[in-house]
């Protein structure tokens, strides 16, 4: 184990650890260990008051760390372009719900990958999937056919309408979920393009506040959040946004010249927030009655997270998409992502019209294979249902003990939000100095998405913490 005997806080530009002295210039040390200014501030703070002993006797804490770890952030950050506020630790390994940094310290993972690790971490069945496959063809291009992205479109259409979900027909796979987005979004201007609208115009696109369906230039478009766009304008013409749940105003918003709505089922970074099923159930008929295409993104809420393969498993088919994107934990963190459509729209999609070099490559799609048969499993996804209730009613139980922090817990399964009345941000370290990550999203929202394989044992200990650091929280604002 490795401990601080001191820790420069005055004069950011070294750090003793372990007896070693690392020189680290302010700004790189910045750089590589917090990145923001609230982190200072924080380590101050913690300094300045009585956290200081308990800060040492944390094992987990910053200062803790092993000497590796800041030469390695110390080096790294001089040839990385930064658009992360990352923590000071370097983690190495992981086994299902856990991960390990350089110094081996555990961390109890509640962010997994950002909802991508659904089987957790180190998985041995998907281990030896790549493993094999890697010695016979990792990638081809679309040029070629190959075994395995056939197998893998077949299984996702059949179990979407076994599992009562849309009437999906065809898949186009790419590798994120930004260009899924970006290649749904294509297909519907291309839809908007053969719809006879009276020789007008028909390509615009609809999206809601608080949605996030990525950075590229069509899905940053559709990401109606200012701190996204502003840097990058002009952004691509014809995409207006409304209100997430507001019925009122589709009518205006979606018109004879829109050509597709997209719209995330249940918004992740956006904070966790749940669209009604009266709100869905207008889109889709207003789209019905434009002619537009009704997109769903369930990049993050999708493929288990909800307790159903699908978040719109759990609405009535009054409410179903013409195209479903996908991606996170398809493959369980090899990069994929994919297209799911119906018929019609898969009919308007001719050669040429849309592609991509990796999409679709062999290893990529049969690990997908392996993991979309052990998500779409019932013991998995009674896991999450039952696991997931835990901790919302252990959630709203700490909303209840402090009502005037927590205002409201939402979600459903194991993609869980808690907002608070104040920034949660500080919430993140107090966490991960304990051994647990958690995450946050826009609104004041701290973020609770862990594998999907989350015992309640680890649940219960993941609540331990959160309770423990929510009770610190709480003091500080008191105070
Ligand atoms: C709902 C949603 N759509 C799209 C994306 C973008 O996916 P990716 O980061 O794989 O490009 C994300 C990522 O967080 C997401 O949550």
Known sequence: MFRSSTFSINNLSAAKISGRIINVSPILFQRATKQSPSFTRRIATSVMTDQKTEQKT??????????????????????????????PIVLTKGKGCWVYDLADRKF?????????????????????????????????????????????????????????????????????????????????RKWGKLVNNGGKEKYGVVSFN???????????????????????????????????????????????????????????EGGVWVANVDFLEALRKRCNEVNALLIYDEIQCGLGRTGKLWAHQHLPKSCHPDILTLAKPLANGFPIGAIITTERVADIIKVGDHGTTFGGNPLACRAALSVVRRINSPELLSNVNSVGSYLFNELQRLASKYPSLITTV???????????????????????????????????????IPPLILKKEEAQHGVKIIEEIIDIFDKQHKN
Do not use: W
């Open 58 to 87: 944390l094992i987990h804490a910053d200062e803790n760390t092993n000497p590796k770890t800041l030469e390695l952030l110390n080096k790294q950050a001089k040839y990385t372009i930064n658009t992360y506020n990352r923590p």
């Open 108 to 188: 109890l993972d509640f962010s997994a990958g950002i909802a991508v690790n659904a089987l957790g971490h180190a998985d041995a069945e998907l281990a030896s999937v790549i493993a094999d496959q890697a010695t016979k063809l990792i990638h081809l291009s679309n040029l070629y056919h190959n075994e395995y992205a056939g197998e893998l479109a077949e299984l996702l259409v059949n179990i979407t309408k076994e599992g009562g979900g849309f009437d999906a027909a065809r898949v186009f796979f790419s590798n994120s979920g930004t260009e899924a987005n970006e290649g749904a979004l294509k297909f519907a």
């Open 210 to 268: 608080n949605a996030f369906h990525g950075r590229t230039m069509g899905a940053l478009a559709a990401t109606p959040s200012p701190k996204y766009q502003a840097p990058f304008s002009p952004l691509v013409p014809g995409f207006i946004h409304s209100i997430y749940n507001d019925i009122e105003k589709i009518p205006e918003v979606v018109n004879e010249n829109t050509c597709a709505v997209i719209v995330e089922p249940i918004q992740g």
């Open 410 to 448: 939402r979600g459903k399964g194991l993609i869980l939000g808690v907002q608070f009345s104040v920034d949660p941000t500080p919430l993140v370290a107090l966490a991960r100095e304990r051994g647990l990550l958690i995450i946050t999203a826009s609104n004041q929202t701290v973020r609770i």
